[in-house]
Nanobody
Framework: QLQLVESGGGLLQAGGLLRPPCPAS????????MGWFRHVPGKCREFVAT????????YFADSVKGRFTISRDNAKNTVYLKMTNLKHEETAVYYC???????????????WGQGTQVTVSS
């Protein structure tokens, strides 16, 4: 069983930067592609970014391209989402997720973290 635990969320002003990590335990995370999603109550879970098992292939939602980066350190079993120039409307709970192959579809992911709250003040 793969366990994911996000951290590093918080309250910040618009234009700020966060880099929440998502360490994995239980299984070797390098055998899984990883994704980041965000969720606002009343809306569907939204894809943010995904990275392949060895970090070679990366894909972002159009809304975050140029501002967010995703990376992984397989030696530490950890994936990172660096978010810059954050906007008020990006206030959400951010989740990391894992599955064997990379995809942008939330329902296809097998494992999920508990989420970390990111609040961006305007």
């Amino acid at each position: 069983q793969l366990q994911l635990v996000e951290s590093g969320g918080g309250l910040l002003q618009a234009g700020g930067l966060l880099r929440p990590p998502c360490p994995a335990s239980g299984l070797t995370s390098s055998t899984y592609a990883m994704g980041w999603f965000r969720h606002v109550p009343g809306k569907c879970r939204e894809f943010v970014a995904t990275i392949s098992r060895m970090g070679i292939t990366i894909y972002f939602a159009d809304s975050v391209k140029g501002r967010f980066t995703i990376s992984r350190d397989n030696a530490k079993n950890t994936v990172y989402l660096k978010m810059t120039n954050l906007k008020h409307e990006e206030t959400a709970v951010y989740y990391c997720a894992a599955r064997p192959l990379r995809t942008t579809i939330a329902d296809d992911y097998n494992y999920w973290g508990q989420g970390t709250q990111v609040t961006v003040s305007s």
